[in-house]
């Protein structure tokens, strides 16, 4: 079956960096158009990144600059290296499938993702 988990996420301070880690498996990682989502307390939950399965990457703009999403076939594993935190950035951080679409679509919205981790917390403090 479809497994996304997530990892990396931790405490950091105001301009540090972190670096979360999806492990996917149960389908064809390398074709899939793949997400990184957020939810901060109170708010709906909301798109980072997304990368084509040619690599080519779409950004949220409150993060673009500073976040950089990638991925490893040979490993089946999505990244988002987060540089620059912000408190703001404080969040639960999901992973994401759209299963059976190779291009993401452009906005990142939610339900155009049909898998989903369990998410990774990230604290960033002033």
């Known amino acids: 079956q479809v497994q996304l988990v997530e990892s990396g996420g931790g405490s950091v301070q105001a301009g540090g960096s972190l670096r979360l880690s999806c492990a996917a498996s149960?389908?064809?990682?390398?074709?899939?158009?793949m997400g990184w989502f957020r939810q901060g307390p109170g708010i709906e939950r909301e798109g980072v990144a997304r990368?084509?399965?040619?690599?080519?990457?779409g950004y949220a703009d409150s993060v673009k600059g500073r976040f950089t999403i990638s991925k490893d076939n040979a490993k089946n594993t999505l990244y988002l290296q987060m540089n620059s935190l912000k408190p703001e950035d404080t969040a639960m951080y999901f992973c994401?499938?759209?299963?059976?679409?190779?291009?993401?679509?452009?906005?990142?919205?939610?339900?155009?993702?049909?898998?989903w981790g369990q998410g990774t917390q990230v604290t960033v403090s002033s």
């Open positions: 990368i084509n399965r040619d690599g080519r990457p």
């Open positions: 149960g389908f064809s990682f390398t074709d899939t158009c």
């Open positions: 994401a499938a759209d299963l059976g679409r190779p291009y993401c679509y452009p906005d990142l919205r939610t339900y155009e993702y049909n898998y």
